[in-house]
Nanobody, 115 residues
Framework: QVQLVESGGGLVQAGGSLRLSCTAS????????MGWYRQAPGNERELVAS???????NYADSVKDRFTISRDISKNTVSLQMNSLNPLDTAVYYC?????????WGQGTQVTVSS
């Protein structure tokens, strides 16, 4: 099991940027995939971006070229840099860790983009 602590959410105007961070309770090299998901009111939770142990990244089409996922193995931290935000990006963002033992979630952090 992995404990995940997120930070960095908030309120931003359209066109602005935010950076989310997620710190894991154990080394990222022991976690197969780290990801960021989001859930807007009335919608299902959806994958935003993910990064594997070997650094392979994957993005939802809606955030490609705007969001960047990265990791700092020395700090057990995965970050999501979000640029050119628009109101459709408004959601609760969740950090996720997947490995052979299952999946764990952070508590979520609210991102609100005003028009």
């Amino acid at each position: 099991q992995v404990q995940l602590v997120e930070s960095g959410g908030g309120l931003v105007q359209a066109g602005g940027s935010l950076r989310l961070s997620c710190t894991a309770s154990r080394s990222l090299v022991s976690i197969a995939v780290m990801g960021w998901y989001r859930q807007a009111p009335g919608n299902e939770r959806e994958l935003v971006a993910s990064i594997t142990t070997v650094g392979r990244t994957n993005y939802a089409d809606s955030v490609k070229d705007r969001f960047t996922i990265s990791r700092d193995i020395s700090k057990n931290t995965v970050s999501l840099q979000m640029n050119s935000l628009n109101p459709l990006d408004t959601a609760v963002y969740y950090c996720n860790a997947r490995s052979g033992g299952g999946a764990d979630w952070g508590q979520g952090t609210q991102v609100t983009v005003s028009s």
